[in-house]
C-alpha cells in the first residue's frame, strides 16, 4: 500500500508546532491527528534540508505520462477482450511507450480496470429482452398455487459461437453484466 503524503500546509503546521511552540511529537500526533511516523519524517526532513517542500524520491521513474496511461485505458475499453499481450502493442504503437505485459496490467488496474472471464448469458435481441421483461412483469404477482401449475423443463447445452471455453474481458466494478462484457 503506498503512502499518503501530506499536504505542505500540513506539513507547514507540524513544523510550526514543533519549532515554534515547543510541542512534543506525541502531542503534535493528538492535536492534528496525523499519524506519529508522518509527524517524525516531517520534523526530520525539515530539520535536515530546511523545507516543508516533497523531496524527491528514490525509485525508477514511470516509463507512461498519465496522457499515456489514458490512452491505453481507452483502448482496452474499446475492445474489453483483449489480453496484455495484443494490447501492448497497440499501445506501443499509438504512444511509442516500450513497457512489459506486467506494467500494462498494473496500469490498467490503477485505473480500475480488472480482467475477468465474461459472464455467460445468452444472446438475445432487443425484442427478445422486451417480451422477457412484458412476460415478468405480467406475472410479478402470482402466487405460489399458479406456479405450481407451471412445469419447467430441463435445458440443454447449444454452441452456435465458436466459443466453446472462458472469454476474457476487462470490467470496472458493477460493468459485468454491461451487453459488452459478457459472453453471449
Sequence with gaps: MGRKDLKPEDRAV????????????????RETGY????????????????TIKELPRSGRPRKSSGREDRTQVRLSLADRHLTSPP????????????????????????NGLKGCRARKKP????KQRERRLAWAHAHKNWTRAQWQRVLFSDESKFD??????????????????KPECIEP
Design 160 to 177: 452456435v459461437g465458436n466459443h466453446s471455453g472462458n472469454s476474457f474481458v476487462r470490467t470496472r466494478p458493477g460493468e459485468e453484466w
Design 123 to 126: 444472446l438475445l435481441t432487443n
Design 14 to 29: 507540524i513544523v510550526h508546532l514543533y519549532f515554534k511552540q515547543g510541542k512534543t511529537k506525541t502531542e503534535i500526533c
Design 35 to 50: 499519524g506519529e511516523k508522518a509527524v517524525r519524517i516531517t520534523i526530520r526532513n525539515y530539520e535536515k534540508h530546511q
Design 87 to 110: 494490447l501492448r502493442r497497440e499501445w506501443e504503437e499509438s504512444t511509442g511507450v516500450q513497457v512489459s505485459t506486467r506494467t500494462v496490467r498494473r496500469r490498467l488496474v490503477d
